[in-house]
C-alpha cells in the first residue's frame, strides 16, 4: 500500500507564496512502481481540478493554464517527494491541493488515472 502526505498549506495574503510538499510512504524504491504525480484542487463547493503534474522518470512538467508561470511542480528522487512551489497566488488559488500517485502511463489532467491520493492540505489567498 502506497500512503501520500501533504503538507505546507496555510494561509497567505494576495502575492504571497507558498511551498507545498507531498511525501510517499509505504513502499520501498516507490520509484521504480510509479510513472508520475499531479497536483489538484478544489475550492469549497466546486470539483477538483487539475493544477500541475511531473513524469517522475524523465521530470516533464504540466500545468493547467491557470498557474502557468506562477506555480512549479517538481520532485526529489531521493526523498521519494514532490513538492509544488506556488508564487504570486491570487484568491482563487483557494481550495483543499491534493496530491495523486499514477503507476502506469497517464493523461496529466484525467483525475481517473490517478491511483493514489493523499489527504489534501488547505490553502487560503486571502488578506
Known amino acids: 500500500q502506497v500512503q501520500l502526505v501533504e503538507s505546507g498549506g496555510g494561509l497567505v495574503q494576495p502575492g504571497g507564496s507558498l511551498r507545498l510538499a507531498c511525501a510517499t510512504a509505504?513502499?520501498?524504491?516507490?520509484?521504480?512502481?510509479?510513472?508520475?504525480m499531479a497536483w489538484f484542487r478544489q475550492p469549497a463547493g466546486k470539483e477538483r481540478d487539475f493544477v500541475a503534474s511531473?513524469?517522475?522518470?524523465?521530470?516533464?512538467?504540466f500545468y493547467a493554464d491557470s498557474v502557468k508561470g506562477r506555480f512549479t511542480i517538481s520532485r526529489d528522487n531521493a526523498k521519494n517527494t514532490v513538492y509544488l512551489q506556488m508564487n504570486s497566488l491570487k484568491p482563487e488559488d483557494t481550495g483543499v491541493y491534493y496530491c495523486?500517485?499514477?503507476?502506469?502511463?497517464?493523461?496529466?489532467?484525467?483525475?481517473?488515472?490517478?491511483?493514489?491520493w493523499g489527504q489534501g492540505t488547505q490553502v487560503t489567498v486571502s488578506s
Open positions: 509505504g513502499r520501498t524504491f516507490i520509484r521504480n512502481y510509479m510513472s508520475g
Open positions: 495523486a500517485l499514477s503507476r502506469d502511463d497517464f493523461t496529466p489532467a484525467r483525475i481517473e488515472d490517478y491511483d493514489y
Open positions: 511531473i513524469r517522475w522518470n524523465i521530470g516533464s512538467t
